[in-house]
């Protein structure tokens, strides 16, 4: 027979064994298995410990005033805000916070279908403005662009990195 505890499917075998609930053919293997297995063994005993305490437990016995002082005690219970709430000492207000509560919601309801459409904005249209440049201005900003180039070639990668 594998182990019931290495196998893992099998292990519900030691707890029906621990309980006394196995027939007699397959009680008869696993009490074989466990002369041979001391974990299987170890296992098994401390379950039928736990059974043997269960049986052995005795409950207390329910007073015949159990009922009394059990009621008495949910009666003494602290209640929740929202039942002090809901239900205040006057029973006219027990609707009253579900009433203003409703009135509410249609007032804010109300309030946001009466709000007036949002009026589309038209861009403004600005004609672009182009400047006029002569033909020098043009050149002389090609050369600068050119001479910086040059002198960013120049540099040592070091000092360029610094900047």
């Not at 002369?35 to 005795?58: D, H, I, K, S």
Request: proline content about 7%; charged content about 20%; glycine content about 4%.
């Amino acid at each position: 027979m594998n182990c019931p505890l290495e196998s893992g499917g099998n292990a519900g075998h030691l707890l029906d064994y621990a309980s006394g609930k196995l027939k007699a053919e397959l009680r008869a293997q696993i009490k074989q298995h466990m002369e041979a297995c001391p974990a299987c063994r170890q296992f098994a005993g401390g379950q039928q410990a736990v059974w043997q305490a269960l049986e052995a437990w005795e409950p207390a016995a329910v007073s015949m005033d159990f009922d009394r002082r059990l009621y008495q005690r949910i009666e003494r219970r602290p209640v929740s805000w929202w039942v002090r709430l809901t239900q205040p000492l006057n029973p006219l207000f027990r609707h009253a916070v579900p009433v203003a509560a409703t009135a509410g919601v249609l007032l804010m309801a109300g309030l946001l279908m009466n709000r007036p459409a949002a009026i589309p904005v038209t861009p403004v249209r600005e004609s672009a403005q182009v400047e006029a440049l002569q033909p020098e201005q043009v050149e002389h900003a090609l050369d600068d662009m050119e001479m910086l180039r040059e002198f960013n070639h120049l540099m040592p990668d070091s000092v360029v990195s610094k900047m």
